[in-house]
Nanobody, 116 residues
Framework: QVRLVESGGGLVQAGGSLRLSCAAS????????MGWFRQAPGKEREFLAR????????YYADSVKGRFTISRDNAKNTVYLQMNSLKPEDTAVYYC?????????WGQGTQVTVSS
């Protein structure tokens, strides 16, 4: 089990950027695939991106491909989500999650609001 704490959310104008961080507890962080998700009001949770334990492989949802970048620093037990060219429709609560066989551990979320 790993404890996850997101940070870096806030209010930004359309076209702006934010970088989210997700700090993990535990000594086996590099054994987890890490993912970012979001949930907007009245909508289902949406997968955004994932990164392999080594950081060598990434995968993105079409909705964020080319705008968002996932990365990780295993020495710091942290995964990041760099978000550029933000749009009002990116407004949501953003979550990180850890996966071995499935996404079993989730953070509490951080709010991102993009104003038009």
């Amino acid at each position: 089990q790993v404890r996850l704490v997101e940070s870096g959310g806030g209010l930004v104008q359309a076209g702006g950027s934010l970088r989210l961080s997700c700090a993990a507890s535990g000594r086996t962080f590099s054994s987890y695939v890490m993912g970012w998700f979001r949930q907007a009001p009245g909508k289902e949770r949406e997968f955004l991106a994932r990164i392999s334990g080594s950081g060598g492989s990434t995968y993105y949802a079409d909705s964020v491909k080319g705008r968002f970048t996932i990365s990780r620093d295993n020495a710091k037990n942290t995964v990041y989500l760099q978000m550029n060219s933000l749009k009002p429709e990116d407004t949501a609560v953003y979550y990180c999650a850890a996966r071995q066989s499935y996404y079993s551990d989730w953070g509490q979320g951080t709010q991102v609001t993009v104003s038009s």
